[in-house]
């Protein structure tokens, strides 16, 4: 496995001005970083991925930057789906110049768009032939997208490992995998080993952290449990602590996180990997 953490454990937005992060973030035993990139992050792609290469540090990117509401695959306006795979392509494109090794998010719609019924089928097909055609783009640049389900509380289309699991069947293109978020799982499953298993070899990383976004370790995520399943399906990938930090004025906040989570990233880091080596065995 391959251990890492998220950007936003330190910071809100990427820079230039944030490259010493990189170095800093393999000092406390990261391999990976992932970096959330969209219309409001500006830096330069091949500085960043230039300076994680020279210390052996693998990079990952998701659209967790603003990312306009209307550039989604899952749309009924077919004018709509088009600018969200050519959005989408742009960031694969990006991940590409920086040297990622993944794209990951719920690219299958817009997070934060909940339409209060189950997905249709239509809603379905449309997302799987816009990945599908995301999948050969990333391909031609060695990315591999990644598909996250999220909880109820922030789309429609893929809560649960079944459905993430249908999508990247439907999808039907080897670049095409999922990732298994322990904060999102645990208002959507009773059984996170079960949810492992379901979605199987198409399990590429873990989001991890506890129930309420904190450090890995004493929350209600069931980590042995978890743990014996990714070693059943023998599970070799990434592994990425996520969180917002708490201790930046606002930050939290304002992903809508109201507790305290991460008042001090470097103890996350430290406490969070010691504690997902113990337990998964990276």
């Not at 998010?105 to 997070?111: D, M, Q």
């Not at 990383?205 to 023998?234: K, Q, S, T």
Request: charge should be negative.
């Amino acid at each position: 496995m391959k251990l890492g953490a998220h950007s936003y454990i330190w910071c809100d937005h990427w820079s230039d001005q944030s490259l010493p992060l990189l170095e800093h973030a393999r000092s406390l035993g990261a391999e990976t970083l992932e970096i959330s990139v969209g219309d409001d992050v500006h830096f330069d792609p091949r500085r960043t991925g230039q300076a994680a290469a020279d210390l052996g540090l693998e990079l990952t990117i998701g659209p967790g930057g603003v990312w306009p509401m209307d550039c989604d695959i899952s749309l009924p306006d077919a004018a709509d789906r088009a600018r969200g795979l050519q959005w989408h392509k742009g960031a694969v494109a990006l991940a590409a110049e920086m040297g990622a090794v993944a794209y990951c998010g719920a690219l299958y719609g817009h997070p934060g768009h909940v339409e209060r019924r189950k997905p249709t089928d239509d809603e379905y097909r449309w997302i799987a032939e816009n990945l599908h055609e995301l999948g050969a783009f990333a391909a031609e640049r060695g990315i591999t997208v990644v598909l996250e389900p999220m909880s109820h509380f922030r789309t429609h289309l893929a809560n649960r490992p079944e459905q993430i699991a249908r999508l990247v069947d439907m999808a039907d293109h080897p670049s095409i995998m999922a990732l298994l978020d322990t904060y999102h799982l645990v208002t959507e499953v009773r059984d996170y080993a079960e949810a492992v298993r379901e979605v199987g070899s198409r399990l590429w990383g873990i989001h991890a952290c506890e129930n309420d976004r904190g450090v890995p370790g004493g929350g209600l995520v069931p980590w042995e449990a978890f743990a014996g399943a990714l070693r059943e399906i023998g599970f070799d990938g990434y592994v990425c602590l996520e969180t917002y930090n708490s201790g930046l004025n606002g930050f939290a906040a304002s992903r809508g996180l109201f507790g305290d989570p991460c008042p001090d990233g470097d103890e996350f880091v430290r406490v969070g990997l010691g504690f997902v080596r113990r337990v998964l065995g990276g």
